[in-house]
């Protein structure tokens, strides 16, 4: 099979340039009659009962995770709770080595999840834990990496559109949010073929210009965008993001406004659409 590693770690604005179902089969998925969980997103419909989880259950240890250079942690948790684990990040406001990082923004990203119905970022609340302020975010399992994949994977023939139009999704996001560091760290499979997506410590800068390329939209997806004002990110993100970061939030989409128009001018309403393929 032809294997094509997309490059992340390659400038950020040629990100899935070519064919964004070119990759790696993912060989981990369970076969029907398996019993293994499928479905990482186990927080689906019980969002707020995760949030108040994170908020309170106990960390048992906590031990350095060797992927990220911010440090994160990951806490284990008493069993028989929803989940096993949640990660710790404590990264401060400030510069660091050059880039602007924040453990705030972690929560201002799930949060902007909930209210684009994006359905990709865990659960992620701010919590003090002896006397640190940090993020606690949901362990999303099972899943694995598009580095651990060995680059972006190819879903079989029956998740294809979905999978497709997921990728586009995660990009319009990425984009909205100023995310410079989408790596393939980032980008988690699980066997059900959802995407999720983490690590969202140097977003939400003041920087308005468009960080990922985009050749496709999904149209659900950018009616919520176009609906975002500052009022509702002031009331939903507020705490987390400053005002002039705020006003970069809707730059941004109205620089995705100006890209969107001229693929439709170069490809046509119907192509840079992604109408009835799969959600």
């Known amino acids: 099979m032809l294997r094509r590693r997309l490059p992340f770690a390659a400038p950020v604005t040629v990100l899935f340039a070519a064919s964004i179902l070119i990759g790696v089969p993912y060989a981990q998925s369970p076969s029907p ?20 989880y994170l908020r309170t259950v106990e960390m048992l240890s906590l031990e350095d995770l060797s992927v990220g250079v911010t ?28 880039y602007w990082e924040s453990y705030k923004s972690e929560i201002a990203a799930y949060e902007l999840d909930k209210v684009l119905q994006l359905n990709m970022v865990p659960p992620t609340v701010e919590r003090v834990h002896k006397g640190e302020h940090g993020a606690a975010i949901m362990w999303a399992a099972p899943t694995k990496s598009f580095k651990d994949l060995g680059g972006p994977p190819t879903a079989p023939p029956a998740e294809q559109n979905s999978w497709a139009r997921q990728l586009v999704r995660a990009k319009m996001f990425h984009n909205l949010i100023a995310n410079i560091d989408p790596n393939e760290g980032n980008w988690l499979v699980d066997p059900g073929w959802h995407l999720i997506l983490v690590d969202f410590s140097r977003c939400f800068t003041a920087d308005t210009a ?3 390329a985009l050749t496709r939209v999904d149209p659900d997806l950018w009616a919520r965008m176009e609906a975002l004002d500052e009022a509702t990110l002031t009331r939903t993100i507020g705490d987390w993001v400053g005002k002039g970061e705020r006003k970069a939030i809707l730059k941004r989409r109205d620089n995705l406004e100006k890209k969107i128009n001229q693929l439709v001018k170069a490809r046509g309403e119907a192509y840079v659409f992604m109408k009835d393929i799969g959600k």
Do not use: F, Q
């Open 71 to 98: 440090k994160p942690r990951r806490a284990t948790l008493p069993p028989g709770g929803p989940m096993k684990y949640l990660v710790w990040k404590t990264i401060r406001p400030g510069l660091y080595g050059g």
């Open 33 to 52: 009659a398996s019993a293994a969980p499928t479905e990482a997103r186990t927080w689906l419909g019980r969002g707020a009962e995760m949030e108040a």
């Open 210 to 212: 468009l960080k990922v």
